[in-house]
């Protein structure tokens, strides 16, 4: 019966090592059978296995015999691949993220969006972990989100009472969140790269109410408002017919300047810097609203046009400070005190908002494009959404007008 020939043990050849394992390693070795040198590293972005990258290894003959030569060789191929070589690539956690977007977005924000900002970002990684990588956020974070704040457990720093939440809010900071990742897949990381792939959460649907309360002001409401308007303050009397004849929103009609108002023209613009959505455009003015500026104009800035600085002025100074708007805070108490005074039953959420409603429902018959140019609106689709409401007037036109295409038909 015939036997294995017993194998003899290989002798190790020469060889020399340079670089940092895992990095730039670079070796040289004598080919135990030959005796010819021979140089191997090993290649990042090699083959995936189990999803995981295998660093390609390139081997090549060196075509001498020469050690001292091959060290030379091996520690030149090292130097090269460190310098080369892309860093390892790193994912940001949520407090790093966010510290880049409260840094860089927010401070292009208005004031009230800037606070909101900010609490997200502490209310965020207080639920999930400053050291949570983004990428790794998921649909269980994202349902327990929602549960903890619904019900109060997960709050605001500064909100000690429990209490449960509507999906309004909720939703409202889902959206910043969202809004975070999806500029994290845009924002360079200063390597080539994006501080994120992708958007982990993208596609989740943001939790909204089933019947939000969005009332209108009714054209009697309005009608009480103006006849108590005056002994409020002028200035309320006047902001009030610029949001109904203008349907824009009080955070940009109370930082009007009167070099925003060209009586020659009827027309008004409307800064981007002080509009909520960043969006300058001009409208025409109604007789209305230019009959209550060219009052405003008589009664508040008789001395500034005859220095021939109105210009620089506010429509709706601070009685504080002239030299800064009236706060929103005012404008809020103007309201108040207005709809106490009129004795308008109290409507939540009705506020200055209702009257940006009323005017979007009572101009249906506008073009939708038209009416986004004039109530400052960059989406149709917000507009149907949000603002216009049915009403049984517009309804029962729509009915006569069908009865009326039919007779005209049959005749």
């Known amino acids: 019966m015939a036997t294995d020939a017993k194998q003899q043990p290989r002798t190790p050849g020469w060889s ?8 730039n390693r670079v070796r040289v070795f004598t080919h135990p059978k030959t005796g010819t040198l021979f140089l191997e590293f090993s290649e990042r972005g090699g083959t995936q296995t189990g999803g995981r990258a295998r660093p390609k290894v390139v081997r090549m003959a060196l ?22 070589e892309r860093p390892t690539p790193t994912h940001i956690t949520l407090e790093a993220l966010f510290d880049n977007y409260l840094r860089e977005v927010t401070p292009d924000k208005g004031a009230s969006k800037q606070r909101h900002d900010r609490r997200c970002a502490e209310l965020f990684m207080r639920a999930f972990g ?3 990588e983004a990428r790794t956020l998921s649909r ?17 720093n500064g909100v000690k009472e429990k209490r449960a939440v509507g999906d309004r809010v909720v939703g ?12 994290a897949t845009m924002a360079g990381d200063g390597t080539g790269g994006v501080l994120l792939e992708r958007n982990p959460l993208k596609g989740l649907e943001v939790p909204e109410e089933s019947s939000p309360k969005r009332p209108r002001l009714t054209a009697a409401e309005y009608q009480a408002l103006t006849t108590v308007a005056p002994a409020i303050s002028m200035q309320f009397a006047l902001a009030l017919a610029l949001a109904h004849e203008t349907g824009h929103r009080i955070g940009a009609i109370r930082q009007l300047r009167w070099s925003d108002v060209s009586f020659e023209r009827k027309a008004i613009t409307w800064r981007a810097v002080t509009d909520k959505m960043h969006f300058e455009h001009t409208t025409p003015l109604t007789d209305v609203a230019i009959t209550a500026l060219e009052g405003a104009c008589d009664r508040f ?9 109105i210009g620089d002025a506010w429509v709706f100074p601070s009685p504080e400070d002239p030299a ?3 706060s929103r805070h005012l404008v809020r108490d103007w309201w108040e005190r207005a709809e106490a005074a009129a004795q308008l039953e109290p409507t939540a959420r009705r506020g200055w908002h209702s009257l940006r409603r009323q005017f979007a429902t009572e101009m249906k018959h506008t073009p939708l494009k038209d009416l986004c140019a004039l109530g400052g609106w960059k989406a149709p689709q917000t507009i149907l959404k949000c603002y216009q409401q049915a009403d049984e007037d517009t309804m029962r036109q729509a009915l006569e007008q069908r009865i009326t295409f039919k007779q005209v038909g049959r005749s």
Do not use: M
């Open 63 to 84: 075509g001498h015999r020469d050690r001292e030569r091959a060290k030379a060789q091996a520690e030149a191929v090292s130097a090269e691949l460190r310098v080369n």
């Open 130 to 132: 400053a050291a949570r």
């Open 16 to 23: 020399f090592s340079t670089g940092e394992r895992g990095r």
């Open 301 to 309: 800035t008789r001395e500034r046009t005859r220095q021939g600085i």
């Open 172 to 183: 409202y900071d889902l959206q910043w969140l969202l809004a975070v990742l999806n500029w």
């Open 324 to 326: 800064v708007p009236c």
């Open 140 to 156: 269980r974070e994202w349902d327990r989100f929602i549960r903890e704040r619904r019900s109060g457990v997960l709050r605001p």
